[in-house]
């Protein structure tokens, strides 16, 4: 079944003898995009005649290594892949081929964009780190050099040829020309395994049909779940013991399905196939599906659902698998799906779900006249609305969210989505129940065209909100241009900037201000008049530079210059949880309750990178209207923001960074080809590591936030690196008392360093 057999089985003796590896040899970790990828990196190595091994199948011993090292927030497979490296490297390998995997097929258009997830794309950067070059040469032990050719295949195979010609002509010691040709063979070699599965799969799907009692079960899963007989406990085995025939995924013919009929964004590569697979399984009787994951998938989370929705009535098995699966229970659950869907052939019957009630589709365009709310993220939310409306939309933000708004979003929700997309649900929800919500009202939901789990939220939001029978239309504004698909015009995106701009500006004097006010409550008082000052200013379209001049200066005169200064520190992390004072239960606050002050990255800083990227990709994807557009649009931005940085330049000399600076910084982690939240905390957090004035670093994130595991799987060494403390604090909605001891610890930490 296996993607990488081809060239594994060949092996299989080599694996399990200890013998001398010859010079130069490249070792390949059997683990993540390996079981994707393996016919093109062996064949690449095999053209240039590079001697290559192959990490042994995960076993209790990998599995017991990759807890060692790994950060325990990633998921399962990221986890094995340290176990991988950590076996080759002790067997003497010193280069490592991992591919920094971001896409695996030509788009589709912006909204399809075949990613792979944030963390797949990280991953030979946070083994770089692990296995970094300082600890090995301090215990004597030469470096690892991690081999990390690009696969971006979003215009073909170009940029992967010249990637891997480049690992051939910089990492290896061979001509561009040899690199060249190595990678041809490799992709050829990739190719025809491609091809050659699909010829096996027809084999397959025909041998069984004219079995008309046999069942075939599809693993609808990555094919490192899949296809890891140490990680799945044996399942393809297990399920022929049980007398059915495991099939795998790529053995479908995929490309029959056009997925834009399931979801108007499947923007994840996985979720193309699984999505495919899942609607050709519904169709053939004789074929069912096991969704097999891994918990804390961020993907999946939503994965998951248009997968049962597609399958309707028909049997669906459901397994989730870590570093904890126990066999006994994990073969009891295979055999209680084998004998229902034997029961459901049996019984004739052939379900499934109907387009109308698995398609997910949201619009992106306001118009004058229109009742729009919008989540309450932070202030900067209001403000916002509040320009909506001096453009003709009547748009309101939703009542802050409260324990109830919880409880009724958790009531419709698995728990497996990120604490953001619960958050803003359960507003709405609230509003529906206490009869407050009109009648055709809309919401607006920000989204994206990948690679997070954003984009999902609208479309995700909607089905729940339909099928509670509550009237609102979810409407969505993609960060893939900017935000300017909203319809309302240039000069409303250039307001509703100078908005945003004063409000980051107006917090970031509260933050400063707060713990060294002359009189209890004074600065919060300050702040929420300046605030309404600014919303009335925003609404009638009248100037704000005027109030903003003089609030600076009444919030420098509020200080107390004689207090002593508390140690800094700075927050960023996933935009959402660190600017909503309730799912990051008030951490400014909290900070402050233990003697600190804090500086939170501001969220200027997010859409700034957002028009960085739009411009990026009208460069790559050769756009010249996009790229001209995106130019004078960021030219506007930036002039714009010195304006208003201007306004509080007395109390706030420095300026905030252009975002070029914080992916330099964060790229000598993290290339900022990957693309997430995480190039921009690590540029921040590293700024702030070596800035005297800032005392340590909190990273924070929604419980299984993928950009946010990259961040915490790099912070602890950047934090030996610096000797200031990194903490990272995961949030899940629910009251806890674990991140107030690690606040409480770091601000011990830092004034005891302070002493």
Same mark, same amino acid.
């Given at each position: 079944?296996?993607?990488? $057999?081809? !060239?594994? @089985?060949?092996?299989?003796?080599?694996?399990?003898?200890?013998?001398?590896?010859?010079?130069?040899?490249?070792?390949?970790?059997?683990?993540?995009?390996?079981?994707?990828? +393996?016919?093109?990196?062996?064949?690449?190595?095999?053209?240039?005649?590079?001697?290559?091994?192959?990490?042994?199948?995960?076993? @209790?011993?990998?599995?017991?290594?990759?807890?060692?090292?790994?950060?325990?927030?990633?998921?399962?497979?990221?986890?094995?892949?340290?176990?991988?490296?950590?076996?080759?490297?002790?067997?003497?390998?010193?280069?490592?081929?991992?591919?920094?995997?971001?896409?695996?097929?030509?788009?589709?258009?912006?909204?399809?964009?075949? #990613?792979?997830?944030?963390?797949?794309?990280?991953?030979? #950067?946070?083994?770089?780190?692990?296995?970094?070059?300082?600890?090995?040469?301090?215990? /004597?032990?030469?470096?690892?050099?991690?081999?990390?050719?690009?696969? %971006?295949?979003?215009?073909? =195979?170009?940029?992967?040829?010249?990637?891997?010609?480049?690992?051939?002509?910089? @990492?290896?010691?061979?001509?561009?020309?040899?690199?060249?040709?190595?990678?041809? /063979?490799?992709?050829?070699?990739? @190719?025809?395994?491609?091809?050659?599965?699909?010829?096996?799969?027809?084999?397959?799907?025909?041998?069984?049909?004219? =079995?008309?009692?046999?069942?075939?079960?599809?693993?609808?899963?990555?094919?490192?779940?899949?296809?890891?007989?140490?990680?799945?406990?044996?399942?393809?085995?297990?399920?022929?013991? $049980?007398? &059915?025939?495991?099939?795998?995924?790529? #053995?479908?013919?995929?490309?029959?399905?056009?997925?834009?009929?399931?979801?108007?964004?499947?923007?994840?590569?996985?979720?193309?196939?699984?999505?495919?697979?899942?609607?050709?399984?519904?169709?053939?009787?004789?074929?069912?599906? !096991?969704?097999?994951?891994?918990?804390?998938?961020?993907?999946?989370?939503?994965?998951?659902?248009? &997968?049962?929705?597609?399958?309707?009535?028909?049997?669906?098995?459901?397994?989730?698998?870590?570093?904890?699966?126990?066999?006994?229970?994990?073969?009891?659950?295979?055999?209680?799906? &084998?004998?229902?869907?034997?029961?459901?052939?049996?019984?004739?019957?052939?379900?499934?779900?109907?387009?109308?009630? #698995?398609?997910?589709?949201?619009?992106?365009?306001?118009?004058?006249?229109?009742?729009?709310?919008?989540?309450?993220?932070?202030?900067?939310?209001?403000?916002?609305?509040?320009?909506?409306?001096?453009?003709?939309?009547?748009?309101?933000?939703?009542?802050?969210?409260?324990?109830?708004?919880?409880?009724?979003?958790?009531?419709?929700?698995?728990?497996?989505?990120?604490?953001?997309?619960?958050?803003?649900?359960?507003?709405?929800?609230?509003? +529906?129940?206490?009869?407050?919500?009109?009648?055709?009202?809309?919401?607006?939901?920000?989204?994206?065209?990948?690679?997070?789990?954003?984009?999902?939220?609208?479309?995700?939001?909607?089905?729940?909100?339909? =099928?509670?029978?509550?009237?609102?239309?979810?409407?969505?504004?993609?960060?893939?241009?900017?935000?300017?698909?909203?319809?309302?015009?240039?000069?409303?995106?250039?307001?509703?900037?100078?908005?945003?701009?004063?409000?980051?500006?107006?917090?970031?004097?509260?933050?400063?201000?707060?713990?060294?006010?002359?009189?209890?409550?004074?600065?919060?008082?300050?702040?929420?008049?300046?605030?309404? *000052?600014?919303?009335?200013?925003?609404?009638?379209?009248?100037?704000?530079?005027?109030?903003?001049?003089?609030?600076?200066?009444?919030?420098?005169?509020?200080?107390?210059?004689?207090?002593?200064?508390?140690?800094?520190?700075?927050?960023?992390?996933?935009?959402?949880?660190?600017?909503?004072?309730?799912?990051?239960?008030?951490?400014?606050?909290?900070?402050?309750?233990?003697?600190?002050?804090?500086?939170?990255?501001?969220?200027?800083?997010?859409?700034?990178?957002?028009?960085?990227?739009?411009?990026?990709?009208?460069?790559?994807?050769?756009?010249?209207?996009?790229?001209?557009?995106?130019?004078?649009?960021?030219?506007?931005?930036?002039?714009?923001?010195?304006?208003?940085?201007?306004?509080?330049?007395? &109390?706030?000399?420095?300026?905030?960074?252009?975002?070029?600076?914080?992916?330099?910084?964060?790229?000598?982690?993290?290339?900022?080809?990957?693309?997430?939240?995480?190039?921009?905390?690590?540029?921040?957090?590293?700024?702030?590591?070596?800035?005297?004035?800032?005392?340590?670093?909190?990273?924070?994130?929604?419980?299984?936030?993928?950009?946010?595991?990259?961040?915490?799987?790099?912070?602890?060494?950047?934090?030996?690196?610096?000797?200031?403390?990194?903490?990272?604090?995961?949030? %899940?909605?629910?009251?806890?008392?674990?991140?107030?001891?690690?606040?409480?610890?770091?601000?011990?930490?830092?004034? *005891?360093?302070?002493?």
């Amino acid at each position: 079944m296996s993607c990488y $057999l081809v !060239i594994l @089985k060949r092996r299989r003796n080599m694996h399990r003898q200890e013998i001398e590896l010859e010079p130069g040899t490249v070792g390949i970790p059997k683990a993540l995009m390996t079981f994707d990828l +393996a016919p093109l990196l062996g064949g690449f190595l095999h053209n240039l005649k590079v001697p290559m091994v192959f990490s042994t199948p995960t076993n @209790k011993q990998t599995i017991e290594k990759s807890l060692e090292l790994a950060y325990s927030e990633t998921c399962f497979p990221v986890k094995l892949l340290h176990g991988h490296v950590a076996e080759l490297v002790e067997r003497g390998v010193n280069k490592i081929l991992i591919p920094n995997a971001i896409r695996m097929g030509r788009m589709d258009g912006d909204e399809n964009q075949r #990613y792979s997830c944030p963390l797949v794309q990280a991953s030979p #950067y946070i083994i770089r780190t692990v296995f970094n070059p300082d600890n090995r040469l301090a215990r /004597g032990l030469l470096p690892i050099d991690i081999l990390d050719p690009v696969i %971006d295949l979003s215009r073909g =195979d170009k940029i992967l040829v010249k990637s891997l010609a480049r690992i051939a002509q910089r @990492k290896l010691g061979f001509s561009w020309r040899e690199g060249l040709r190595a990678a041809q /063979g490799g992709i050829e070699a990739q @190719k025809q395994f491609e091809s050659q599965l699909q010829v096996e799969g027809q084999l397959a799907l025909e041998k069984l049909k004219v =079995d008309s009692s046999a069942l075939g079960v599809v693993l609808l899963a990555r094919a490192y779940n899949a296809q890891d007989e140490g990680a799945n406990l044996g399942m393809d085995t297990q399920l022929q013991k $049980l007398g &059915v025939v495991p099939i795998p995924m790529d #053995y479908l013919s995929l490309g029959s399905v056009d997925v834009k009929k399931i979801s108007d964004r499947p923007y994840w590569n996985y979720e193309n196939k699984i999505l495919a697979a899942s609607r050709i399984i519904a169709e053939n009787p004789q074929l069912f599906g !096991i969704f097999l994951s891994n918990f804390g998938c961020g993907p999946n989370s939503f994965i998951q659902n248009i &997968v049962e929705d597609i399958m309707g009535g028909k049997p669906l098995g459901q397994i989730e698998l870590d570093e904890h699966a126990a066999e006994a229970g994990y073969i009891t659950r295979l055999e209680a799906f &084998v004998n229902t869907i034997r029961g459901y052939k049996r019984a004739k019957l052939h379900l499934m779900g109907k387009p109308e009630n #698995y398609y997910r589709s949201v619009p992106t365009i306001l118009h004058s006249g229109q009742y729009v709310f919008i989540p309450q993220m932070s202030d900067h939310a209001a403000v916002v609305a509040a320009v909506m409306r001096s453009f003709g939309v009547e748009a309101q933000v939703l009542p802050e969210s409260d324990e109830r708004s919880m409880a009724l979003s958790r009531d419709v929700t698995s728990g497996k989505e990120c604490l953001p997309f619960r958050d803003t649900l359960g507003g709405f929800l609230r509003m +529906a129940k206490d009869g407050t919500l009109p009648k055709k009202a809309r919401a607006l939901m920000a989204g994206s065209y990948g690679a997070c789990r954003l984009g999902k939220y609208a479309q995700e939001q909607q089905k729940i909100l339909r =099928d509670l029978g509550i009237d609102v239309e979810v409407v969505t504004t993609v960060s893939n241009n900017a935000y300017a698909d909203l319809g309302l015009g240039k000069k409303f995106e250039l307001r509703a900037w100078e908005g945003i701009l004063a409000t980051d500006l107006l917090q970031r004097l509260l933050w400063m201000t707060r713990s060294y006010e002359r009189q209890g409550g004074q600065v919060n008082k300050l702040y929420e008049e300046s605030l309404g *000052e600014l919303l009335k200013l925003m609404e009638i379209g009248q100037p704000v530079e005027p109030l903003m001049r003089e609030t600076t200066a009444k919030f420098a005169e509020a200080r107390d210059p004689n207090k002593p200064r508390r140690p800094l520190v700075g927050i960023n992390g996933e935009i959402y949880l660190r600017a909503n004072r309730f799912c990051n239960k008030g951490l400014v606050e909290v900070c402050e309750a233990n003697g600190l002050e804090a500086e939170v990255a501001p969220m200027s800083e997010w859409l700034k990178y957002i028009t960085w990227r739009n411009l990026e990709d009208a460069w790559n994807f050769r756009q010249p209207g996009r790229l001209f557009w995106g130019t004078i649009r960021e030219l506007a931005l930036l002039w714009r923001e010195r304006g208003v940085a201007s306004w509080g330049d007395k &109390v706030i000399p420095e300026y905030e960074p252009h975002t070029w600076e914080l992916l330099k910084e964060s790229g000598v982690y993290l290339p900022s080809r990957n693309g997430s939240e995480a190039v921009l905390s690590i540029g921040t957090g590293l700024r702030q590591m070596r800035n005297r004035h800032f005392a340590g670093v909190i990273s924070v994130m929604p419980h299984g936030c993928m950009p946010g595991g990259i961040v915490a799987a790099f912070s602890e060494h950047i934090s030996r690196r610096y000797n200031k403390p990194w903490i990272s604090l995961t949030y %899940d909605g629910f009251p806890d008392k674990v991140n107030l001891e690690r606040v409480a610890d770091l601000a011990e930490q830092v004034k *005891e360093k302070a002493a």
